[in-house]
């Protein structure tokens, strides 16, 4: 059996292990990756695919006969993988280009919320920054600054002041932004929302619904949710703000009405969707975001307290028969920390040696209570063999307990046997779970 996950992060290294743990049979199994990092190259059973373009994807596939595909990240999405796969009769799980607007762009799904009764923190958009100033004059702060198109998790600003907004704007819609392109060309503004921010996301097949578990994510880049968003700093799961009369709600005024929506325009949603939720103290329920992938880091709690066939969810969610299944969870926490590297998330360093990772191999398999998900990671060094870092989010130490308080330690516990130069991570993801308990 061939498998392929498109991708090169922690998500994507949690979904191929997944899969490859997930196998009915004993005979031999692979999962490609593409193009995958150090540690789907390094895992039994993975293997990277050194292929990005959508044309020669669709050929691979074809001739090692892959079973099906999942995607990972949005970018491809965006591009029309989805599409293309389709249009050779390939199986493959994830949304069309025209369902993932609903991430590629804010404006589109701002609009979106508005036509369907999804509530969501009024907005405004703009192509001008010189309009958008003047408007950000009249309103003042705190309020959110967001690029409209794919930035990475780096473009949203929650600007304090009148002056962090200004900066904003001339930072996201600079000619000059090499780091967003045309993704902050044109930007959303809304207002500032106060509460806990949830993530929830599901598995849709176009007609069906099946929510996954809960989870509960750190974007700023310091202590305290301090310092600028980042694309996340870790994440638990689950999160115990959203109690089962939450999750009904969710599932009624958001979930539901988004998988309506899309039928209704003609686009049946297919693939993950993951709502970004404001949890008001009121009681309100607002939705930041949507996402059309798993998050990242929630993927990683999330696939590790699954205890479903991952590939039987895979097969019912492109057949369409979500409705015939359940999935089943390990009643434990699961905590993430993310290691990340020396400058991020604005000029992130590469190429540092990574200590500690072989040391710690086999320990998983025989405690069974954590794994280290590679994300920004590849073999270099002197002679090739050596895990470097590649990107800005290098790490995802992920770990199994019976309390938020339990998992944290042990995360933080292989977390400090890890070492490479300039290694950032926060010391107080759980926090809020931890928080909320007392």
């Excluded at 009915?24 to 990092?37: D, E, F, I, K, L």
């Excluded at 405004?124 to 920054?129: C, E, G, L, P």
Aim: some cysteine; overall charge negative.
């Amino acid at each position: 059996m061939k498998l392929l996950v498109i991708g090169a992060g922690g998500r994507e290294h949690a979904l191929a292990w997944k899969l490859l743990k997930s196998s009915r049979t004993t005979r031999p199994m692979t999962v490609y990756v593409a193009p995958g990092n150090a540690g789907t190259a390094l895992e039994e059973g993975l293997e990277n695919l050194p292929i990005t373009g959508i044309p020669e994807l669709v050929e691979f596939a074809k001739k090692e006969s892959i079973v099906f595909t999942v995607v990972g990240p949005e970018a491809p999405l965006a591009e029309g993988i989805v599409d293309a796969f389709r249009a050779a009769s390939l199986k493959i799980f994830g949304p069309t280009r025209q369902a993932a607007r609903l991430e590629t762009s804010k404006d589109f799904a701002k609009a979106f919320m508005q036509r369907h009764g999804i509530p969501t923190a009024t907005h405004t958009t703009f192509d001008s920054a010189a309009e958008a100033h003047r408007y950000l004059d009249e309103k003042g702060a705190p309020i959110v600054i967001k690029a409209d198109g794919l930035a990475a998790g780096k473009g949203v600003v929650v600007a304090m002041t009148p002056a962090e907004a200004h900066a904003a704007i001339d930072t996201l819609m600079a000619e000059n932004n090499a780091q967003l392109g045309n993704a902050a060309a044109r930007v959303v503004i809304e207002e500032f929302l106060e509460g806990d921010e949830v993530s929830f996301i599901v598995m849709a097949d176009g007609h069906h619904v099946l929510p996954l578990a809960t989870s509960q994510d750190h974007k700023r880049l310091k202590e305290g949710d301090q310092g600028p968003n980042t694309g996340g700093m870790g994440a638990y799961s689950p999160a115990p703000l959203i109690t089962p009369t939450l999750h009904a709600r969710i599932m009624r005024e958001i979930i539901q009405p988004a998988m309506n929506g899309m039928a209704q325009e003609g686009e049946r949603y297919t693939g993950f969707l993951y709502a970004g939720l404001m949890i008001m103290a009121d009681g309100g329920i607002k939705v930041l975001e949507f996402n059309c992938r798993m998050g990242d880091p929630e993927a990683e709690v999330i696939i590790l307290r699954l205890k479903s066939n991952f590939i039987t969810l895979i097969e019912h969610a492109i057949g369409g028969s979500l409705d015939k299944i359940e999935a089943e969870w390990d009643r434990r926490t699961a905590l993430s920390v993310v290691m990340v590297a020396k400058g991020y998330p604005d000029a992130p360093r590469k190429g540092d040696v990574i200590h500690g990772l072989r040391e710690l191999e086999g320990a998983e398999t025989a405690e069974k209570d954590f794994f280290v998900f590679h994300a920004g990671t590849a073999l270099g060094g002197e002679n090739g063999e050596e895990i470097v870092t590649a990107g800005g989010r290098v790490l995802c130490v992920t770990a199994l307990a019976d309390s938020v308080k339990m998992a944290q330690r042990r995360a933080y516990e292989i977390a400090g046997q890890i070492h490479f130069d300039g290694c950032q991570m926060r010391r107080d993801i759980g926090h809020r779970a931890i928080n909320h308990r007392k």
